[in-house]
């Protein structure tokens, strides 16, 4: 399955979710997010514009990163297991495990939990370290 990387995130202490042109990821996660190092099997949310569509089938307005994610693309990933892989450009990351809910989305909505239950975003780990920049490609390997 091949994608493409749409917007980028990361998370500020005391300053709210940014949005990037590139991330450095390496083995504690996203460099310079307020999580960076806390948690490996934690450290990158991607999450799918599905998510989005679903938020806004449901009547939901949001905007991107309401969701938490590091990364947003264009594939949908949440069918994959835990330790399948991701390739974007030269960064390969490996699937930990699938996002849980969490109380940040009902700030947003609070319907948003219930009906994102299993659709909000999958975690990864970084098994090769490198760069990774909006329209960059995925592979991700079945």
């Given at each position: ?25 390496d ?21 799918s ?86 329209g ?7």
């Amino acid at each position: 399955m091949v994608g493409t990387v749409q917007k980028l995130f990361i998370s500020i202490k005391n300053k709210g979710r940014e949005s990037k042109e590139d991330l450095e990821l390496d083995s504690d996660g996203v460099i310079g997010d307020k999580f960076y190092a806390k948690n490996s099997s934690r450290a990158i949310l991607l999450t799918s514009l599905d998510s989005y569509q679903i938020a806004k089938e449901n009547g939901i307005e949001t905007n991107f990163s309401d969701l938490g994610e590091n990364i947003l693309i264009d594939v949908n990933p949440y069918h994959l297991k835990i330790g399948d892989k991701i390739s974007i450009g030269d960064v390969v990351l490996e699937i930990t495990h699938n996002c849980t809910l969490c109380k940040s989305l009902a700030k947003v909505d609070t319907r948003l939990p219930e009906i994102l239950k299993n659709d909000r975003g999958i975690f990864a780990k970084t098994l090769k370290s490198g760069i990774v920049k909006i329209g960059d490609k995925i592979i991700i390997e079945e």
